[in-house]
């Protein structure tokens, strides 16, 4: 059994969470950005289906993406000098949010309901949360969004509908966080596609330690430069 939550964001330690399934540690609670921000700070979140409660998680291992670490391979560096796309930084984080929320195959389903984004809406108007999306000729193609807590960046999801729109635009994040002195990227579940990018696996409770201070070093909330984005497009030309 998992505890049911309620009133305040009092969560359970994360090493009570199940193995099976993995990281399920609590149901219940709220959206609202205490209990979110909350969550995150104990290396927590949210996942769940509509016809759910609210479900939070804490795998063991944690899979992370430290940003001097990601892989560019050659194809992918060679579309970055072409500038083939225009990245910027927190101007559609609501579109992002709803590109991310279409089912992948006809037919499927998605995790990131009505209320999953208008509470990640409600973190990106505080500062919180961010996007970063690529564009041709005006149109969105693809990017990302996550939470920036510290010096930690929490990625959520990623679409795209170009091909390497989503890597261009986590190439510009892990240049920006870099830059800002982040120290890791949480890419919360293994995928073999995260792995060939340079995360790795990091145990739960050395990934938490680490969150303990990263959360509290680092730039507060705020929305990010378009300029900043630009100036890394620059350096790759």
Same mark, same amino acid.
């Given at each position: ?9 009092? %969560? ?10 993995? @990281? +399920? +540690? *609590? *149901? ?5 950005? *205490? ?12 996942? =769940? ?5 609210? /479900? ?23 579309? &970055? ?9 927190? #101007?559609? %984080?609501?579109?992002?949010? $709803? $590109? !991310? ?7 499927? @389903? #998605? ?9 990640? /809406?409600?973190?990106?108007?505080? @500062? =919180? ?9 005006? #149109?969105?193609?693809? @990017?990302? =969004?996550?939470? *920036?807590?510290?010096?930690?960046? %929490?990625?959520e999801s990623m679409f795209s509908r170009r091909s390497d729109a989503s890597k261009v635009a +986590?190439?510009? +994040?892990? $240049? ?7 120290? $890791?990227?949480? !890419? ?6 995260? &792995? ?10 050395? %990934? !938490?330690a680490g969150l303990a201070n990263w959360t509290n070093e680092g730039p507060g909330p705020g929305?990010?430069? !378009? ?8 350096n790759f030309s």
């Amino acid at each position: 059994m998992i505890p049911w939550l309620a009133g305040r964001p009092d %969560f359970p330690p994360v090493e009570q969470a199940l193995e099976d399934p993995d @990281g +399920l +540690l *609590a *149901a219940g609670g709220e959206l609202s950005p *205490a209990w979110l921000l909350a969550a995150y700070r104990r290396g927590i979140f949210p996942w =769940y289906t509509e016809d759910q409660p609210i /479900l939070w998680w804490s795998p063991d291992p944690r899979l992370v993406l430290i940003p001097a670490r990601l892989r560019i391979s050659r194809s992918l560096r060679r579309t &970055l000098r072409q500038q083939r796309f225009e990245v910027r930084f927190d #101007t559609a %984080f609501a579109d992002v949010i $709803a $590109a !991310c929320a279409e089912p992948r195959e006809p037919g499927g @389903g #998605t995790w990131i309901s009505p209320e999953i984004r208008q509470a990640y /809406l409600r973190l990106h108007e505080l @500062g =919180y949360a961010h996007s970063v999306e690529s564009w041709v000729d005006g #149109t969105l193609v693809g @990017g990302l =969004y996550g939470i *920036a807590l510290g010096r930690a960046f %929490f990625g959520e999801s990623m679409f795209s509908r170009r091909s390497d729109a989503s890597k261009v635009a +986590l190439v510009h +994040l892990a $240049a920006h966080l870099q830059r800002l002195g982040f120290a $890791a990227i949480d !890419c919360q579940m293994t995928t073999a596609h995260l &792995l060939s990018l340079g995360a790795e696996e990091m145990p739960r409770a050395r %990934f !938490c330690a680490g969150l303990a201070n990263w959360t509290n070093e680092g730039p507060g909330p705020g929305r990010w430069s !378009c300029e900043k984005a630009a100036e890394i497009s620059r350096n790759f030309s």
